[in-house]
Nanobody
Framework: QVQLVESGGGLVQPGGSLRLSCVAS????????MGWYRQAPGKQREFVAR???????NYADSVKGRFTISRDNAKNTVYLQMISLKPEDTAVYYC????????WGQGTQVTVSS
C-alpha cells in the first residue's frame, strides 16, 4: 500500500510559478515510476508528466519546456516545478505512483488567474 500526499497548490497570476510536492509513504518509493496528472472542471483527467525509477522523464506536449518533474528518493518525494503558468493550467493536480497497481493522491488545486 502506498499513500500519496500532495501540497504546494494555490492561486498564481499568469506567467507565475509554483512547485508541487508529493510525499509517498512506504519503502518501495524508489522502485516506482511517479507521475502527475491534472483534471480541469468539466474535463477528463489528463497526463502531465512522469518520471521513472531511474529518472527518465516524459511530458505532455502542452507543458513541455514549462514544467519539470523530479524526484528525491531519500525523501520519498516527487516534485513538479511549473513556470510560465497559463490560465489553461488551472486544474486539480494529482500525484500518481505506478507499480503493480496505480496509486493516487487526493489532489491539490492550482488556479492561474489575474
Amino acid at each position: 500500500q502506498v499513500q500519496l500526499v500532495e501540497s504546494g497548490g494555490g492561486l498564481v497570476q499568469p506567467g507565475g510559478s509554483l512547485r508541487l510536492s508529493c510525499v509517498a509513504s512506504g519503502s518501495i518509493f524508489s522502485i516506482l515510476a511517479m507521475g502527475w496528472y491534472r483534471q480541469a472542471p468539466g474535463k477528463q483527467r489528463e497526463f502531465v508528466a512522469r518520471i521513472s525509477s531511474a529518472g527518465s522523464t516524459n511530458y505532455a506536449d502542452s507543458v513541455k519546456g514549462r514544467f519539470t518533474i523530479s524526484r528525491d528518493n531519500a525523501k520519498n518525494t516527487v516534485y513538479l516545478q511549473m513556470i510560465s503558468l497559463k490560465p489553461e493550467d488551472t486544474a486539480v493536480y494529482y500525484c500518481s505512483a505506478h507499480g503493480a497497481v496505480t496509486y493516487w493522491g487526493q489532489g491539490t488545486q492550482v488556479t492561474v488567474s489575474s
